[in-house]
Every structure is written in structure tokens, then in C-alpha cells.
T-cell receptor, first 114, second 111 residues
């Protein structure tokens, strides 16, 4: 079956620090990979995505590269801000005859302090 | 206005009561989904619908039912609520195999 494993949180960083949140996956077929972000009290928002091996998704200073050889999709940001404090979810989607369904990791809480 | 709306946003109910959570979307998407979120477990799929006549069970459908009243509306029902159904519930939509867009969530507490 499909599964996503994320590093456990919370991750606490000082403003302007470098961020890495690890994500690895197992999947049957060829998945698309996603990072979603959930700000306090809100629903999930798509942060970035990659649909094939070696693709790099990027948005708002965040990046993640689809690494098929290591089955990974790690999220990185060079300089975090207090406003980046949120829960980050890695997810995958594999298209089957019945369509696509998302499989989520458990989420990683990020806290950024001044 | 939000593209995906959920009502109610918060609900407290008693064990054994029937409750319905509603989701509406203005995005014109064909596919709709219901998830629940529990601390430490991420999001798990309850039911999904690829069009008005197509309803499918997700990984945790026991104790839940759904109705796709129209392309824009997808409701989730708990026929007889129990405390372990206390969770945050999210509706999502997508067009075909594109990314999913989430509503703001409904916080349900069953006492």
C-alpha cells in the first residue's frame, strides 16, 4: 500500500534559521508528491507539488525535490519567519482507474521564534 | 467568499445523536472528499465522490455515511455519534486528478 513518513515535531527554530522537514514515502505506481500547510485554526493549503522524479516544487521560499532513488520529498527553506509557524503535511497521490486519492503523513509542527 | 465552505464550524453533541456536517463548493469541481484529522494521525479519508452518482468508501468509513446532493454539495452524517468520533473534519474538492482544495474544517466533540 501507500504510506508517507514525516519527521516528528514540534520543530522549533529561531527566525532566519534554515529549515528541513524530512518526508519519505512508499507507493505502488508513480506518485505525485505534495506539501500542504495548515495555519492555526485553518484548513490545509497546498504549498507545493512535484509530479515526476527530479521535479522541484517551490513556493513562498519553500522548496522540495522529488527524489525517486531515495523515495524522499524533503521540505526546505533557507530563512524561516515567525509567520511560517504552522503544521506541514507531506502527501502523495497515485492515479488509479478510480482516480486519485491523497495519502498524508502525520504532520510536522513548526514553531518559529524571534 | 471562500471556495469551499463547511457548516457548522464547531459542534458539540451527545453520544447516540445523529449529526450532519455539510460541505459546499463554488469551484465547480467534480470530486469531493471527507477527511478526519486526529492528533498524531494526520488526515484519514472517510468517503469520496468522483461525481454525483459515484460514492466510495475511504479507509475509515465505518460509523459514517455521505450524500452527494448536487455537484456542489457533499454531506457527512454520523448516524449515532460516539466519543471516539471527536475530531476535526475536513471537506476537500478537486477537478479530476488535480490537487485538492480544503475547507476550513468542522470541530466535532461527542460527549
Amino acid at each position: 500500500g501507500n504510506s508517507v513518513t514525516q519527521m516528528e515535531g514540534p520543530v522549533t527554530l529561531s527566525e532566519e534559521a534554515f529549515l528541513t522537514i524530512n518526508c519519505t514515502y512508499t507507493a505502488t505506481g508513480y506518485p505525485s508528491l505534495f506539501w500542504y500547510v495548515q495555519y492555526p485554526g485553518e484548513g490545509l493549503q497546498l504549498l507545493l507539488k512535484a509530479t515526476k522524479a527530479d521535479d522541484k516544487g517551490s513556493n513562498k521560499g519553500f522548496e522540495a525535490t522529488y527524489r525517486k532513488e531515495t523515495t524522499s520529498f524533503h521540505l526546505e527553506k533557507g530563512s524561516v519567519q515567525v509567520s511560517d509557524s504552522a503544521v506541514y503535511f507531506c502527501a502523495l497521490s497515485v492515479f488509479t482507474g478510480g482516480g486519485n486519492k491523497l495519502t498524508f503523513g502525520t504532520g510536522t509542527q513548526l514553531k518559529v521564534e524571534l | 467568499d471562500a471556495d469551499v465552505t463547511q457548516t457548522p464550524r464547531n459542534r458539540i453533541t451527545k453520544t447516540g445523536k445523529r449529526i450532519m456536517l455539510e460541505c459546499s463548493q463554488t469551484k465547480g469541481h467534480d470530486r469531493m472528499y471527507w477527511y478526519r484529522q486526529d492528533p498524531g494521525l494526520g488526515l484519514r479519508l472517510i468517503y469520496y465522490s468522483f461525481d454525483v452518482k459515484d460514492i466510495n468508501k475511504g479507509e475509515i468509513s465505518d460509523g459514517y455515511s455521505v450524500s452527494r446532493q448536487a455537484q456542489a454539495k457533499f454531506s457527512l452524517s454520523l448516524e449515532s455519534a460516539i466519543p471516539n468520533q471527536t475530531a476535526l473534519y475536513f471537506c476537500a474538492t478537486s477537478q479530476g486528478v488535480s490537487e485538492q482544495y480544503f475547507g476550513p474544517g468542522t470541530r466535532l466533540t461527542v460527549t
